[in-house]
């Protein structure tokens, strides 16, 4: 059988039905309209906390077998999230199958609304990779039950900077625990991507006098970043071994597995990539026993969350930096439930995660 944890594992065996029953997922949507183009599938995982709040993302998936276990592992991910951060919100989230640079019109962003709203309510989507806040204006046009619109017509932009805000906090904590001493100043940090949430969390990290060495696969990104905030640029990918305190994944998924904990000689592992754990649970263990401290990415990648869940009721953005600022204290409380109950800081956080949604259940 399929094991969900494992980003990996086979797909010979696909079973939707009973994907979902593993995940506990509550929905699967599929939508498909012959004069857009539109393929997509909405994924509703749990509703105890909420409306299932999670980004849309366009993707030219190779196969419909990767897109639904791409949305239902990323809607999984985000009831967690909303749990842990104490968002009155549920998990979901959307993927269009195509090419988001030549596949994506009007009409096709207004048919995903009108998707969306025949849900009334249960999901909110948001922008994700492949998807920009204009388009979200597009999907505004058939619905309400959108986020991450733009300021100027009243939402909250792009929440990538508060995301950024939220992995700065959560990596100060755990230096924190690690050190001491929550200070990064000198401490030589890996960031992996440079897009919108790597750039905002190296502009903190140079301003607090970190030693930030930076990789991209997009090398002209890379060097008007490292031009930007005059830091060391690395241009290949041998980058796991490096000497470094803390290694911060801001690009994919998937990036701590068994070659790279071998390899890893950072002492602390904090990002905003979603799911990096190749397998959460092995992967997990491994660092621990390693002596590898890690930050769990659906806590300290919230802030983005917090951002759209702002827009829900009137947009406030020092309300929602106030509350990402409590990435912090979470990530403190974690590390120590994971020493407190011998478990992963993994572990620890999905715990008190489904702790919360029980408690609601209840
Ligand atoms: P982005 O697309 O703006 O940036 C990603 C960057 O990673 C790009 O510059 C890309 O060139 C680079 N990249 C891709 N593959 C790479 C590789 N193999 N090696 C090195 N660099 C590589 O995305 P983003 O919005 O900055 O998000 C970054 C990560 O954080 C994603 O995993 C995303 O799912 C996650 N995340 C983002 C938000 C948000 O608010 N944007 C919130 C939560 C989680």
Redesign the pocket.
């Known amino acids: 059988m399929l094991d969900v944890k494992n980003v990996n594992d086979s797909v010979e065996d696909f079973q939707v039905i009973e994907m979902m029953t593993q995940m506990n997922h509550e929905q699967l949507v599929f939508c498909n309209d012959k004069e857009t183009g539109l393929k997509a599938i909405i994924a509703i995982h749990d509703t105890t906390l909420g409306p299932a709040l999670g980004g849309t993302r366009m993707w030219n998936y190779d196969c419909d077998n990767d897109a639904i276990i791409d949305v239902l592992r990323l809607s999984r991910g985000m009831t967690f999230k909303a749990a842990i951060t104490g968002l009155s919100l549920g998990g979901g989230k959307a993927v269009i199958i195509g090419d988001s640079s030549t596949q994506k019109t009007e009409a096709l962003m207004r048919k995903f609304g009108e998707y969306v709203n025949s849900l009334g309510g249960k999901y909110i989507t948001a922008e994700d ?1 492949g998807m920009s806040a204009s388009d979200m204006v597009q999907v505004k046009k058939e619905t309400d039950f959108v986020t991450g619109i733009p300021v100027e017509m009243g939402g909250g932009g792009d ?2 900077p508060v ?1 950024a805000f939220g992995v700065y906090m959560g990596m100060k904590a755990s230096a924190k625990h690690k050190w001491g001493s929550d200070d990064l100043k000198a401490k030589k940090i890996l960031v ?7 750039e905002n969390l190296v502009k903190y990290l140079t301003e607090e006098g970190a030693e930030v060495l930076i ?4 090398l002209a ?1 890379l060097k008007r970043v490292s031009e930007l905030y005059n830091c060391q640029t690395i241009e290949d ?1 041998l980058i796991y071994d490096l000497d470094v305190d803390i290694y911060s994944p ?4 998937a990036t701590i597995n068994d070659t790279t904990i071998e390899q890893f000689k950072c002492e602390v592992v904090a990002g ?3 799911n990096q754990l190749q397998d959460e649970e092995k992967h997990a263990n491994m660092l621990q026993e390693k002596g590898i401290l890690y930050a769990p990415d659906f806590l300290i ?1 919230a802030g ?1 969350l917090i951002n759209v869940y702002s827009e829900i009721n009137g947009y406030d953005r020092e309300k929602a930096i106030a509350q990402t600022r409590k990435i912090y204290d979470t990530t403190l409380e974690i590390f120590s439930k994971s020493e407190e109950e011998n478990i992963t800081t993994h572990q620890a956080a999905l715990k008190l995660a489904k702790e919360r949604i029980a408690q609601a259940k209840n």
């Open positions: 990779v929440p990538s995301t992996q991507g440079v897009g919108h949430v790597g990789n991209d696969i997009n990104n990918n801001c690009a994919l998924g905003a990539a979603n990648n983005g």
